[in-house]
C-alpha cells in the first residue's frame, strides 16, 4: 500500500504544479489586448503603487561636438528620476494613468568623480559655474486604452526577442527656446534636440501581473545644444549624452552615494516624487536657467549679492 499511496501523492503534487503553472501562465499580460499593454506600459514607467515611487538611475559620459575637432569628454553624468503614476479616469476614454516626476543629473569631474561646481570651458577658456540638472517637475500625459480618436492603445515599438522584450522610442524636440526673443520664425534659434530612450527587461518580468512592478533596464542618448551655463554663445556643436541603467528595486536608498549626498545637501525634494495632484508645467534646462538668472538679476537689482547670474546648486 506505501509504493501506491506515493504515486497518489506524487501525482497530487504533478497536477498541483500543473494547475499552478497554469494560473502563473493566466496572469501573463498580453501585449496586443489594448488594457493589458497599458498595464505593460505602467509596469514599465511606474511604481509599487502611487505611494511608492519608482527610481530610474542612469550613468554615462557628456561629450562636447563642434565641426573640425575631435569629440571632447567634458563630464561623467549620474542622473536619477523619481516618479509616481497616479489612475486617471476618462468617461469615454476609460481608466488609465499619468506619470508625474522630478529629476536631477550631476556633471562629474571625469577624472576625480566629484561633482563639478566650476568649470574651465575648453572651447573658450573662461571659467563657468555649473548648473546641475534639476527638473521640477517633468511630467507626462494620461495615457488611456483608447486614444482621443477612440484608437486602442498600443505599444507600437514593442519588440520581442527569445525571453526579452525591448521598447524603444525617440523623441524630437524643436519648439521655441525660451532664452531667445519672440521672432524665432524668422531668424532661427529654436531649441532643436533629440531624446533616444530603449527599455529592455525580461518578458517574465515585465508580463507577469502577479507583481506590482517590473524592473527594466534603460539606456538613454540625448543631442542638444550647448547648456546656456556654458556661455558658449553662438558657437557651432552640441553635447551628446550617453547613459544606461535601470528602475532600481531598493528605491532612493540604492542610488550611488554621489547622488544621494548631492541630493539631501542641495536638492532636498529630489528625495521624493511631486504630489500626485501636481499640475505644473514640465521644466527644462533652459527654463531652470533662465529662472535662476532671472532671479539673480532682481537680488542684484534690489542690492543683493552681485556676481555670477546662476549657481551651481
Same mark, same amino acid.
Given at each position: 500500500?506505501?509504493?501506491?499511496?506515493?504515486?497518489?501523492?506524487?501525482?497530487?503534487?504533478?497536477?498541483?504544479?500543473?494547475?499552478?503553472?497554469?494560473?502563473?501562465?493566466?496572469?501573463?499580460?498580453?501585449?496586443?489586448?489594448?488594457?493589458?499593454?497599458?498595464?505593460?506600459?505602467?509596469?514599465?514607467?511606474?511604481?509599487?503603487?502611487?505611494?511608492?515611487?519608482?527610481?530610474?538611475?542612469?550613468?554615462?559620459?557628456?561629450?562636447?561636438?563642434?565641426?573640425?575637432?575631435?569629440?571632447?569628454?567634458?563630464?561623467?553624468?549620474?542622473?536619477?528620476?523619481?516618479?509616481?503614476?497616479?489612475?486617471?479616469?476618462?468617461?469615454?476614454?476609460?481608466?488609465?494613468?499619468?506619470?508625474?516626476?522630478?529629476?536631477?543629473?550631476?556633471?562629474?569631474?571625469?577624472?576625480?568623480?566629484?561633482?563639478?561646481?566650476?568649470?574651465?570651458?575648453?572651447?573658450?577658456?573662461?571659467?563657468?559655474?555649473?548648473?546641475?540638472?534639476?527638473?521640477?517637475?517633468?511630467?507626462?500625459?494620461?495615457? %488611456?486604452?483608447?486614444?482621443? +480618436?477612440? &484608437?486602442?492603445?498600443?505599444?507600437?515599438?514593442?519588440?520581442? /526577442? @527569445?525571453?526579452?522584450?525591448?521598447?524603444?522610442?525617440?523623441?524630437?524636440?524643436?519648439?521655441?527656446?525660451?532664452?531667445?526673443?519672440?521672432?524665432?520664425?524668422?531668424?532661427?534659434?529654436?531649441?532643436?534636440?533629440?531624446?533616444?530612450?530603449?527599455?529592455?527587461?525580461?518578458?517574465?518580468?515585465?508580463?507577469?501581473?502577479?507583481?506590482?512592478?517590473?524592473?527594466?533596464?534603460?539606456?538613454?542618448?540625448?543631442?542638444?545644444?550647448?547648456?546656456?551655463?556654458?556661455?558658449?554663445?553662438?558657437?557651432?556643436?552640441?553635447?551628446?549624452?550617453?547613459?544606461?541603467?535601470?528602475?532600481?528595486?531598493?528605491?532612493?536608498?540604492?542610488?550611488?552615494?554621489?547622488?544621494?549626498?548631492?541630493?539631501?545637501?542641495?536638492?532636498?525634494?529630489?528625495?521624493?516624487?511631486?504630489?500626485?495632484?501636481?499640475?505644473?508645467?514640465?521644466?527644462?534646462?533652459?527654463?531652470? %536657467?533662465?529662472?535662476?538668472? +532671472?532671479? &539673480?538679476?532682481?537680488?542684484?537689482?534690489?542690492?543683493?549679492? /552681485? @556676481?555670477?547670474?546662476?549657481?551651481?546648486?
Amino acid at each position: 500500500m506505501k509504493p501506491i499511496k506515493s504515486l497518489i501523492v506524487a501525482a497530487g503534487l504533478f497536477t498541483g504544479s500543473l494547475f499552478a503553472t497554469g494560473a502563473a501562465q493566466a496572469q501573463m499580460l498580453d501585449p496586443s489586448v489594448p488594457e493589458e499593454a497599458l498595464e505593460i506600459s505602467k509596469r514599465l514607467q511606474c511604481g509599487v503603487s502611487e505611494d511608492e515611487p519608482a527610481v530610474y538611475h542612469w550613468s554615462g559620459n557628456i561629450y562636447g561636438r563642434t565641426p573640425g575637432e575631435r569629440d571632447k569628454l567634458l563630464f561623467k553624468g549620474e542622473g536619477m528620476n523619481i516618479r509616481r503614476c497616479v489612475e486617471v479616469t476618462d468617461p469615454e476614454r476609460g481608466t488609465g494613468w499619468r506619470l508625474i516626476s522630478r529629476e536631477v543629473m550631476l556633471m562629474l569631474d571625469p577624472e576625480t568623480g566629484e561633482v563639478a561646481d566650476t568649470w574651465e570651458n575648453p572651447y573658450t577658456g573662461k571659467t563657468v559655474n555649473v548648473m546641475q540638472i534639476h527638473n521640477d517637475p517633468v511630467n507626462g500625459r494620461p495615457n %488611456f486604452p483608447r486614444g482621443s +480618436d477612440g &484608437a486602442p492603445f498600443q505599444m507600437s515599438t514593442l519588440r520581442e /526577442s @527569445g525571453p526579452y522584450v525591448f521598447v524603444p522610442f525617440e523623441v524630437p524636440l524643436f519648439y521655441p527656446n525660451p532664452l531667445a526673443g519672440e521672432y524665432q520664425q524668422f531668424v532661427g534659434n529654436m531649441y532643436h534636440a533629440v531624446e533616444i530612450f530603449d527599455f529592455a527587461a525580461l518578458k517574465s518580468d515585465l508580463y507577469d501581473s502577479s507583481t506590482p512592478t517590473a524592473y527594466p533596464m534603460i539606456s538613454w542618448v540625448r543631442i542638444s545644444p550647448w547648456a546656456p551655463w556654458m556661455e558658449m554663445g553662438g558657437r557651432p556643436g552640441q553635447m551628446v549624452f550617453n547613459a544606461m541603467g535601470q528602475k532600481l528595486p531598493g528605491g532612493f536608498e540604492e542610488l550611488p552615494d554621489v547622488l544621494k549626498n548631492e541630493i539631501r545637501e542641495n536638492y532636498p525634494i529630489y528625495e521624493q516624487a511631486p504630489p500626485k495632484d501636481d499640475t505644473r508645467r514640465n521644466e527644462t534646462t533652459w527654463t531652470k %536657467f533662465k529662472l535662476l538668472t +532671472d532671479q &539673480a538679476r532682481t537680488a542684484a537689482a534690489e542690492g543683493g549679492k /552681485s @556676481g555670477s547670474e546662476h549657481s551651481g546648486h
